[in-house]
C-alpha cells in the first residue's frame, strides 16, 4: 500500500505555484501586490534578496529575479526550514535541482507557464523530510516520481495543466498494477475510470486518502468541488 503523508505547505507560496505565472511587468505588479498583502511572504522574499537589494524594494527583486527565481529560492528556503526548524538567511538552490529536474522532464506535457510540476516535486521532496524527521511515520510512504512515471506521460494525446493530478494517479496506478500492465492498459486508452474499477475496495480507499493527503497539503480542493475534467 501506497500512503502519502500530509505535509502542512505554506499556503500562499502554494497558491502561487498552483497559478498560471509568466514573467512579465503585468505578473509582476500582480506578484508584488500579493507579497505584499501577505507579512510573512513579504519579510521572506526580503530576507533571502538582500543580495539583489539590501532595503528590500520588491519591484527590483523581482525585476532582477523574475518568478521562477522567486518560486526556486523560497522553495529552498522551505527545504531548508523543514529539514532544520529555521529560516535560512541566503537559499540553497542546491537543495531545488532535483525538483527543476522534474519540472523540465514533464515540460512538454504540460502548458506554458503552469509550475503544477514543481509543486508536485516540492510536495514529494518535503514527504522525504516530513517522513525522515519524524520518528512515528514507519506506516507512511514518500511520493517518489522516476523516470518510468514519467515515460507514461508519451502516450498521452493532449497536454495537461493538473500534470501533478495526473502524474499521481499514473504513480498510484503502476504501483498496484504493475508497470507492463499499467503501459499496456494506457496504450489501449483505458480511461481512469476503468483503470480504478481494476483495484480493490482497499487499493481504491486508500488512492482516495492519497488524493486528499495531497490536497489538502498543496491546499488545492478544486480537483474535489469543480469540473477540472478539461484540465
Known sequence: MINFPYVSLP????????????????????????????????????KVFKDIDPDGFLGKI???????????RLAAVFLEHAMTGRFPET?????????????????HFTPPGFNRAFLLA?????????????????????????????????LSKAKSVRIDWLMLQLIQFEHYLGQERLFTLLQSETRYAALFS??????????????????????????????????
Open 62 to 72: 523581482l525585476s532582477i529575479s523574475g518568478w521562477t527565481g522567486i518560486r526556486n
Open 198 to 231: 481494476l483495484l480493490s475496495k482497499e487499493e481504491q480507499g486508500q488512492m482516495m486518502n492519497n488524493f486528499m493527503t495531497y490536497g489538502a497539503s498543496i491546499n488545492d480542493s478544486d480537483i474535489f468541488t469543480t469540473d477540472v475534467s478539461t484540465q
Open 11 to 46: 499556503e500562499y507560496y502554494t497558491r502561487l505555484l498552483a497559478s498560471n505565472i509568466q514573467n512579465s511587468t503585468a505578473v509582476n505588479t500582480n506578484l508584488e501586490m500579493y507579497i505584499n498583502e501577505n507579512k510573512e511572504l513579504n519579510a521572506l522574499v526580503k
Open 91 to 107: 537559499a540553497n538552490l542546491n537543495l531545488v535541482t532535483d525538483l527543476i529536474n522534474v519540472e523540465n522532464k514533464l515540460r
Open 122 to 154: 516540492f510536495y514529494a521532496k518535503m514527504s522525504l523530510i516530513h517522513i525522515k524527521m519524524r520518528s512515528d511515520t514507519r506506516e507512511l510512504t514518500p511520493l517518489l516520481i522516476k523516470d518510468e512515471h514519467i515515460e507514461y506521460m508519451k
